[in-house]
């Protein structure tokens, strides 16, 4: 685990395929952009050839330093396709709103994105292993790891922690009002944005003592 | 454009490759559970082979009867790809809660996800095409395809449009509080579900009378 304030990453680097083609003033290959948008979502898609076909699968991670982090089950054929080397491409999007247009043409999406190629490592080490997953609680809710019961030596051996580094990675966002046509602007519709967002709610406490059935 | 009421359409077809094997009671085959997944949200994956990668995109999309559309311009490499044949896997994934268990081993998240293969049908005829067009802006706010500028013959043309079958498909889901082991239902922590979703706000008029430069 490591304090982005305390160590200095190399920067993100840039290839024909993470090189955003179209529209590309809305891309960036800044890292602080990068990890922000990463920080704010919890569910990457990770895609990747499986048995001959490309395959997909979205799933919880987290970041840390300059890696993401997902945890999951050995028995997953995508995870085994990772470990045998396959390379893995993992996307995570946020809406941010609705853009409404005075055309149907212009009408589009505030969103901020990141894609990321990357193979992954498998967090084998112990130690590590056991830092990456409070991570992954902590992220939850800040100082929860050590509040519940850790995990123990058979759910550890279970849980299959794979890291990718965030390098070859790029963020695209929109942001702002819709851009009509200039004889447009006087069309009698509501234009502007919508604007969206995860919400969460007030916790609901679960009130079992024992497992449901 | 086809009214789900009026239309029989064929059951989901069950592959190996479609068919959920971890947890597979959270797994649903169900074309009615699929499409009010696909209903809720709004941005998909797309992922496909590029040049001889994985490659990643996500993007708006909506569902007509039996198929996913997407749309955007024709200069896109996936789109390029999925044009000469590729194969397509979508994925839509909606977060629905935080499940915080008493153990760090049972953290969970509540989820809806949709996960589909196909191969892309690009929208030519033009009565389609539109219909389709139509579809994706009243889809934001009901009727207001009829209130904004119509496409030009120029904005039709550089518009792709394409149709994906929900045939092979799958849905996954997890709802629920967290579920522990026996003995930790005793510790001191709380424990249960802090739900999530897309919420939207007010929309925010676009005071510009020109484009912003």
Known sequence: MTDDAKQKF???????????Q?????????RDVINAILDDAYVAVISAMVEGT????????????DELFVHGSRHNAL??????????????????????????????????????YARARA????????????HSVDRLSPGRSAEVRKPS?????????LAFPISEASAKARSGGPVDDPEDYGLPVWAGVI????????G????????PI
Chains 1, 2 share one sequence.
Not at 54 to 65: D, F, K, L, T
Request: proline fraction near 7%.
């Open 22 to 30: 179209r529209l590309s003033r809305r891309a960036s290959y800044d």
């Open 123 to 134: 967090v084998t080490d112990e130690k590590e292993k056991m830092a990456a997953l409070k």
């Open 79 to 116: 995870f085994e396709a990772l470990l045998k080397g396959e390379e893995a491409c993992l996307t995570v999007a946020l809406l941010d709103g609705l853009v409404m247009a005075r055309s149907a043409f212009h009408h589009s999406m505030n969103y901020r994105s990141v894609v990321v």
């Open 153 to 161: 030596e058979a759910e550890l051996r279970g849980t299959l922690v």
């Open 204 to 211: 609901v406490e679960d009130p079992n003592t024992q497992p």
């Open 195 to 202: 604007p969206c967002k995860i919400a969460f709610d007030e």
């Open 10 to 20: 190399p920067p993100i680097v840039q290839t024909p395929r993470n090189t955003v």
């Open 54 to 65: 490309v395959r997909a699968q979205p799933i919880y991670y987290w970041r840390s330093g």
